[in-house]
């Protein structure tokens, strides 16, 4: 888990902008394929920890059984157990980057995991900030009208 800046942890972030400006100073570009977790505070503020996941599965939509959840999709999972991290840390929000080499377009992948999780933070009723791709020129925010 990473630790954030303490400069940037301190910026009220109450526009996307604003987030999508710390997370092109945070991440920059991409240098492989992961998902990074992340949480707003309630004071609006990126909070802790800055969790990057790799080798996540290939299809949100996998059915897997989890001994504490059932029958569920990759999605669902992921979603659950970030949502249980946010408790856990006293976060308000998740925000979610997707991180894969390859151009700043929208590609199959990224709207099939954005939708998704979207989703299942609805079912949920886990609050979602935001969702990014992190590719190799720099970060770029997904907009629901990117994946639904």
């Known amino acids: 888990m990473t ?6 942890k301190d910026r009220v972030l109450d526009h996307d902008d ?3 400006d710390v997370l092109r100073v945070l991440l920059q570009c991409a240098n ?7 949480f707003m505070d309630d004071r609006g503020c990126l909070g802790d ?10 299809d949100p939509n996998d059915v897997v059984e989890i001994d504490d ?3 569920v999709t990759e999605a669902h999972v992921l979603m659950h157990r970030g ?5 856990l840390t006293g976060n308000v929000s998740v ?8 151009p700043d377009t929208v590609m ?22 935001a969702q990014f791709i992190v590719h190799s020129q720099g970060v770029r925010q997904l907009h629901p009208d990117d994946y639904l």
């Not at 949502?83 to 408790?87: A, D, K, N, P």
């Not at 925000?95 to 390859?102: I, P, T």
Request: hydrophobic share 45%; charged share 25%.
């Open 69 to 71: 959840l059932g029958s």
């Open 49 to 58: 920890p800055l969790m990057p996941m790799n080798d996540y599965p290939d």
């Open 95 to 102: 925000v979610l980057a997707w991180e894969r080499l390859g």
């Open 108 to 129: 199959k992948s990224d709207r099939e995991w954005a939708r998704a999780m979207a989703e299942a933070a609805q079912l949920l009723d886990i609050p979602l900030r």
């Open 3 to 8: 630790k954030t800046n303490n400069s940037l």
């Open 83 to 87: 949502g249980m991290l946010r408790e």
């Open 32 to 38: 492989q394929r992961q998902m990074w977790l992340m």
């Open 18 to 20: 604003k987030l999508l």
